[in-house]
């Protein structure tokens, strides 16, 4: 039997770049495009798990995703009160409970017309 440590696949400071944090773009190609599947970056996110025990509803997911967040973009302006900063998206300074528990931050879906 094998396990993996998926903290520790995801912020392992050999081969992430500032590995604690968000970077969307460390998975784009010099042009912006998607990174291929067979890119070692692409192989180390392990989102779903991996192997014959990985999540069933990937699929599902990845679709269902996709779909609620281009219609919020497609419908909503999203902005942030100034006078509250965003909290640190760096995940060591997050509450521990039985999942990582980011902080909570404050957005304005304003309508588009």
């Given at each position: 039997m094998v396990t993996y440590n998926i903290w520790r696949v995801?912020?392992?400071?050999?081969?992430w770049e500032n590995p604690f944090t968000f970077d969307p773009t460390r998975f784009l190609d010099e042009h912006g495009k998607l990174l291929p599947p067979e890119d070692e970056k692409r192989h180390r996110?392990?989102?779903?798990?991996?192997?014959?025990?990985?999540?069933?509803?990937e699929n599902l997911a990845r679709a269902r995703i996709f779909l609620g967040l281009t219609s919020i973009l497609q419908n909503f302006d999203l902005t942030r009160d100034p006078s509250e900063p965003f909290p640190s998206s760096d995940p060591?300074?997050?509450?521990?409970?039985f999942f990582?528990?980011?902080?909570?931050?404050?957005l304005q879906f304003t309508p588009r017309h």
């Open positions: 995801h912020h392992d400071e050999s081969f996110l392990l989102t779903f798990g991996i192997g014959k025990r990985s999540c069933i509803g060591r300074t997050y509450e521990i409970t990582l528990k980011p902080p909570s931050y404050k």
